[in-house]
Nanobody
């Protein structure tokens, strides 16, 4: 079960930190990360951590602004989002067990319910 938290409303240039509690998830063998879907757009990969080498992958649109991290002992994965832009507005989904390689393709065995992030201009 994946449960996201931390979404909300923030002004452009601000920061938010998303968290995903991944109960019963095998974070030691599963890749885990974040996707997002803006209104009227397709879901896209934002960032993930490759289970094989622990390397983080980022979409070009968020590189240098977002940082992903995970804590296997707590079964949590976080997404620190800085310098937010209005185009970052979307529902953000935590997902697990998928192929975490660049570019991040949409498709995972497990999904959270999503958390809304709204960035005002």
């Amino acid at each position: 079960q994946l449960v996201e938290s931390g979404g909300g409303l923030v002004q452009a240039g601000g920061s938010l930190r998303l968290s995903c509690a991944a109960s019963r998830a095998r974070l030691d063998v599963w890749s885990i990360g974040w996707f997002r879907q803006a209104p009227g757009k397709e879901r896209e990969g934002v960032s993930c951590i490759n289970s094989r080498d622990g390397r983080p992958i980022y979409a070009d649109s968020v590189k240098g602004r977002f940082t992903i991290s995970k804590d296997n002992s707590k079964s949590t994965v976080n997404l620190q989002m800085n310098s937010l832009k209005p185009e970052d507005t979307a529902v953000y989904y935590c997902a697990a067990a998928f192929d975490c390689t660049a570019p991040i393709k949409v498709g995972a065995h497990y999904w959270g319910q999503g958390t809304q992030v709204t960035v005002s201009s």
